[in-house]
């Protein structure tokens, strides 16, 4: 995974969160949250073309990260 200017967390990091996540940590799951939401939701912005459905879209995916993290 490439770095943006120091701003991305490494491959190694985001597995070491994944991994507290999965053994129920919420401050990893919120940590996995801020990392990815930018991204996650600026894809579906621009898939979807509206930011509401954008919004909505970006909840889901996070949900059932949430649901399916063990």
Known sequence: MAEDAGTQESTADVRRL???AQQGD??????LYLIHFDRIYSYLHLSVGNR????DL?????????ESIE
Request: hydrophobic share 35%; proline share 0%; glycine share 0%.
């Open 58 to 66: 970006t909840t889901q995916t996070f949900v059932r990260m949430l």
């Open 26 to 31: 919420r401050s990893a799951f919120e940590e």
């Open 18 to 20: 994944v991994e507290r």
């Open 52 to 55: 509401h459905d954008a919004e």
